[in-house]
């Protein structure tokens, strides 16, 4: 006897398997403005479900939150105008982990060498924008991150910040060719001045997903 045409392939067993319960992992991305998708491409390769963030509602039940790179003080603007700050900071006061990539980092920062006000202040760090002048609007570069592994990683600089100071809480997991801290880590908030969402490379938002319940 042939077998019927429904058997289930092996691909399809699991499909047709008891609805297991959906333990993904559920990432939100903030999505006022700024390089929301290529974020949320990453989250979904490494198999959690992106969550795009516009309201405070929508932070209900993630397990973490990317703050994008854009323009920081158009997100700053947007940031209160939809009321998410204060939810933001009670997520992270519940440990859930943070990623901040260049204007997220911005956002991020505790204090700013041109004096703007903090709007998160969940690093105890000073932050310069726009740190590579107008030559190098944006550039690339290998960096050596031990933190996610020996391989470098491509970092992809656009009109970037770096950290001007550090605090003692404060890990840096990388440095630019001058020794500024490029990549930093203070309990489970992470914060690049580089994109990684804009190259394959996904060990850094591995590296959130894992800090997730730690
Ligand atoms: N220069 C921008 C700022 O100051 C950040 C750029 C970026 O996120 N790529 O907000």
């Known amino acids: 006897m042939t077998q019927p045409a429904t058997a289930p392939t092996p691909g399809r067993a699991s499909r047709e398997a008891p609805a297991a319960p959906d333990t993904r992992r559920r990432v939100g991305i903030l999505a006022l403005q700024g390089a929301v998708r290529e974020h949320a491409d ?15 509602a929508d932070l209900e039940g993630l397990d973490a ?15 209160d105008r939809y009321g998410l700050r204060e939810p933001i900071l009670a ?6 982990p943070m990623l901040g990539t260049c204007a997220g980092m911005i956002l991020m920062a505790r204090r700013a060498t041109d004096g ?15 740190a590579y002048g107008r030559q190098l609007d944006s550039h690339e570069a290998d960096l050596r991150i031990p ?21 003692p ?20 908030v992470l914060a690049t001045a580089f994109h990684p969402e804009l190259t394959d490379d996904r060990r850094l938002h591995r590296l959130l997903l894992e800090m997730i319940g730690t």
């Not at 990453?42 to 405070?56: D, F, K, N, T």
């Not at 997520?91 to 859930?96: S, Y």
């Not at 703007?116 to 726009?130: A, F, G, K, Y």
């Open 42 to 56: 990453a989250v979904r390769a490494l198999g959690a479900e992106p969550v795009l963030v516009r309201l405070p």
């Open 65 to 79: 939150l990317i703050l994008p790179g854009g323009e920081s003080t158009t997100m700053r603007r947007l940031i």
């Open 91 to 96: 997520m992270a006061a519940g440990g859930r």
């Open 116 to 130: 703007e006000e903090p709007v998160l202040p969940l690093l105890d760090v000073t932050v310069q924008r726009n």
């Open 147 to 167: 933190a996610i592994g020996e391989e470098p990683l491509r970092g992809v600089f656009i009109r970037a910040p770096v950290l001007a100071q550090t605090g």
């Open 169 to 188: 809480e404060v890990e840096v997991l990388a440095r630019d060719d001058e020794g500024r801290p490029i990549a930093v880590r203070q309990g489970r």
